[in-house]
């Protein structure tokens, strides 16, 4: 199971209902890894899930450590929220698509300040527009300047944030998600009809945000990713 939601979220297919958020993610990320992964540079992906982004690390040559509440996690998260690994002992954090269902994010942010190394790099992502979504809790959305205001007053400097998916588009996939949900009940036919309709709205997303521009995009975006360095102490 985590193989295959890893490997959708890394490479989704046109069929996929959120085809467009996660490849515009994928696009955002990866070179970013690449670019600042070293060899024998320690990175932590917290939340991890799946750990789609794996692959990633372990080929620009860094040792990969996934952090999660349980399940198939190196590194353990308590339950309140604390990271069970030594100060300034990482290069790099990881946590895509996990500040939204982030109860306390002062604790959060203190965490991965505590782990990372003086300079050490956060490559964080979350919503600024999308469903309510729990998992198990979902907390809140970011307009592109409280994104940025509430890393900056949290030890980091934001260097770098990339929207992903303009206000038009996601609308669309929003309409998708909730039609695929209705015909993936049918009998037989459900998910032929669900995967034909999202081939359908997600290239029509895919024109829509294509000309929607990037200044609206920029500050209504359905995803932001950011590229942070913790200041020294």
């Known amino acids: 199971m985590h193989s295959v939601e890893g490997g959708r979220r890394a490479k989704p297919q046109l069929w996929d209902t959120d ?5 515009g993610m994928a696009s955002a990320i990866a070179p970013l890894v690449a670019r ?3 060899p024998a540079d320690v990175v932590l992906d917290f939340g991890c899930g799946s750990m789609p982004y794996r692959a990633l690390v372990e080929k620009a040559g860094g040792t990969y450590l996934g952090a999660d509440l349980g399940g198939d996690a190196a590194v353990a998260i308590s339950p ?7 100060d300034a002992t990482i290069d790099m954090v990881i946590s895509i698509q996990v500040l939204e269902h982030v109860r306390d994010i002062d604790l959060y942010f203190s965490e991965i300040a505590r782990v990372l190394k003086d300079g050490g790099l956060l490559l964080l992502s979350t919503h600024g527009t999308w469903l309510y979504h729990p998992h198990p809790e979902d907390h809140r959305r970011w307009t592109r300047t409280g994104l940025v205001h509430d890393i900056e007053t949290r030890s980091f400097r934001v260097d770098e944030i990339v929207a992903i998916v303009g206000p038009l ?3 669309t996939m929003i309409r998708l998600t909730g039609f695929a949900f209705f015909l993936r009940r049918i009998p037989l036919l459900g998910p032929f009809l669900a995967g034909t309709m999202a081939v359908v709205m997600n290239l029509r997303g895919w024109l829509e ?22 200041r020294s102490a």
Do not use: F
Request: charged content about 20%.
């Open 169 to 171: 588009a996601t609308t």
């Open 209 to 230: 945000d294509w000309i929607t521009p990037e200044s609206i995009r920029m500050n209504n975006g359905c995803v932001y990713v950011t590229q942070c360095v913790k």
């Open 80 to 86: 309140d929220g604390h990271l069970q690994v030594a």
């Open 36 to 38: 600042h992964v070293k």
């Open 19 to 23: 085809w467009l958020m996660l490849r």
